[in-house]
């Protein structure tokens, strides 16, 4: 089966453990691939081996500009955990960081990694995570390249669950793609809302805009209101590269559901997809997905 296609090397990853995301230099061109590095060196890395007395750091698993993440585990229970360490640079990234902090404790979903506790020293904040072994999809991509539909089906309905739960909760991941859709077992997991917000901010153009490939339109040009319809062309992106096994070389439309583009997947995944994909008044909730008769008729667990 064919790989799936990027327009530069491939990305480091280690297997079998929680990696967030990586992506090419930020001054690559906006219409083309990019999403956030994990591999830059200017990444601070956690202070200590021990976090707050509790914590053990056992192994990096990735790190990126503004953050590392290890796999630890607690001294007291041996319990393995996920710890995001956010180097506080400026009160911006303090606030960032408690910002992500009080998402993850608003939430409460089996597929969004659970926040442990937050343990804060002189350098950095620590996020402590309920640990979730598998490999991210876009891992998955790059080892075997397209996905059959049932099977693309089957990740798209749980992640249609998971962001209808989010918005119901007035909360908008802002960063859905690949990278951040962990694929643990029979389930999906939803990581990383560094850059999540509550329904209704307004978004300045510039503004911790996400990943540029994975960005509804509306988002580009701000100011824009924070809702759930970002997350929805973003999972349409993700649903692209799951059918074709590529990337989008330009910004993202409904051209992307054409025959031409996908011509071996069948029109009721296109016709999803190209709502997806829609001006954002006619583009599909989550809720509404949930009733796409694509997903009703070919959607199970992985």
Not at 41 to 69: C, H, K, N, W, Y
Not at 97 to 116: G, K, P, T, Y
Not at 124 to 129: R, T
Not at 164 to 179: L, M, Q, T
Request: proline letters at 5%; charged letters at 25%.
């Amino acid at each position: 089966m064919a790989k799936l296609l990027l327009p530069s090397a491939a990305l480091e990853r280690r297997p079998g453990v929680q990696t967030p995301c990586e992506e090419e230099d930020s001054e690559a061109d906006d219409d083309a691939f990019s999403c956030k590095s994990w591999d830059r060196t200017r990444t601070p890395d956690a202070s200590t081996e021990v976090i707050g007395g509790q914590f053990e750091l056992v192994q990096r698993i990735g790190r990126g500009g503004v953050a590392s993440m290890h796999q630890g585990k607690c001294l007291r229970t041996g319990r393995l955990v996920a710890i995001k360490t956010i180097f506080k640079e400026s009160t911006v990234d303090r606030k960032a960081a408690l910002s992500e902090a009080a998402v993850l404790r608003a939430l409460d979903h089996s597929q969004i990694n659970r926040l442990v506790t937050v343990v804060e020293d002189e350098f950095n904040i620590y996020l402590v995570l309920e640990y979730s072994p598998g490999m991210d999809l876009m891992e998955m991509l790059l080892q075997s390249g397209p996905m059959e539909e049932e099977s693309a089906a089957n990740i798209i309905q749980q992640m249609v669950e998971v962001l209808a739960y989010c918005h119901s909760h007035g909360i908008v991941h802002r960063d859905v793609k690949p990278e951040n859709i962990m694929l643990c077992g029979d389930e999906i997991m939803l990581v990383d809302f560094g850059l999540a917000a509550e329904v209704g901010k307004v978004l300045e153009e510039g503004e911790d805009e996400g990943t540029p490939i994975y960005l509804a339109p509306e988002a580009r040009c701000g100011p824009v209101s924070c809702d759930g319809s970002l997350d929805m062309f973003s999972l349409g992106v993700a649903l692209f590269a799951m059918l074709s096994g590529r990337l989008p070389t330009h910004r993202a439309s409904p051209a992307l559901s054409s025959e031409s583009l996908l011509p071996d997947v069948s029109p009721g995944a296109r016709d999803f997809l190209a709502q997806l994909l829609a001006e954002p008044a006619q583009r599909l909730s989550a809720s509404q997905a949930r009733e796409h008769p694509w997903l009703v008729s070919c959607g199970c667990r992985i």
